[in-house]
Structures are given as structure tokens and as C-alpha cells.
Nanobody
Framework: QVQLVESGGGLVQPGGSLRLSCAAS????????IGWFRQVPGKEREGVSC????????YYADSVKGRFTISRDNAKNTWYLQINSLKPEDTADYYC??????????????????WGQGTQVTVSS
């Protein structure tokens, strides 16, 4: 049974940092691409970052390049999103998700099949 459990969200001031974690079970990160998405009410889910299965190639949305870093620990079957220099517009519910078993990844949420429950990130002074 595939399960994804996120943690690490919270309230942070502008310019601050957070690290989100996503612990996976029921499949191995060795074989699947994985991603992070975010969503605010009334808007479509936005791809933030992803990492491919085999070579660990990473992709980022233009809005987060240079501030967000995706990483994974295959031994722990967990991946992370380090978020630095947070801005109020980063406020959203953040979701981790499993992508297809291919050696690339996409920021399109339609290509992801299993999702975590979401963790809220609020950036406010």
C-alpha cells in the first residue's frame, strides 16, 4: 500500500526557511520520480519541483528557482524540500506526490498518482 506522509510546514516570517519532508512507504524512490506541489484556494495545483528516479535530475518552477531545493534520501525512502527566502506569495498547502517510473520528471500534477495529505506553509510577519 502506497502512503506518503508530509511534515515540516508551519508559520514563518518573510525571509525565513522551512524544510518539508515526505516519508514514503509501499514503493521505492529508486524507481519513481517524485515531486512537490502547492495549492492555494481557488487556484490550480502548481508544480514546484521534482526529481527524476534514476539520475536525480531536478526541475524547478521559475517562481522558486534559487530558493527551493529538492533532495531525497533513498535509504530512508524520504524526500525533502528546503525552502529559503520565503515570501508571502509562497503561502499555500504543499503536497508531495509520486510520479511515474521513468528517468525524468514533470511539474504537471496530472502525471502523479499518489499524494500526501498536504502540509500548510504560511509566510507572514
Amino acid at each position: 500500500q502506497v502512503q506518503l506522509v508530509e511534515s515540516g510546514g508551519g508559520l514563518v516570517q518573510p525571509g525565513g526557511s522551512l524544510r518539508l519532508s515526505c516519508a514514503a512507504s509501499g514503493f521505492s524512490l529508486d524507481y519513481y520520480s517524485i515531486g512537490w506541489f502547492r495549492q492555494v484556494p481557488g487556484k490550480e495545483r502548481e508544480g514546484v519541483s521534482c526529481i527524476s528516479s534514476r539520475d536525480g535530475i531536478t526541475y524547478y518552477a521559475d517562481s522558486v528557482k534559487g530558493r527551493f531545493t529538492i533532495s531525497r534520501d533513498n535509504a530512508k525512502n524520504t524526500w525533502y524540500l528546503q525552502i529559503n527566502s520565503l515570501k508571502p506569495e509562497d503561502t499555500a498547502d504543499y503536497y508531495c506526490a509520486r510520479g511515474p517510473p521513468v528517468p525524468y520528471c514533470s511539474l504537471s500534477y496530472r502525471q502523479y498518482d499518489y499524494w500526501g495529505q498536504g502540509t500548510q506553509v504560511t509566510v507572514s510577519s
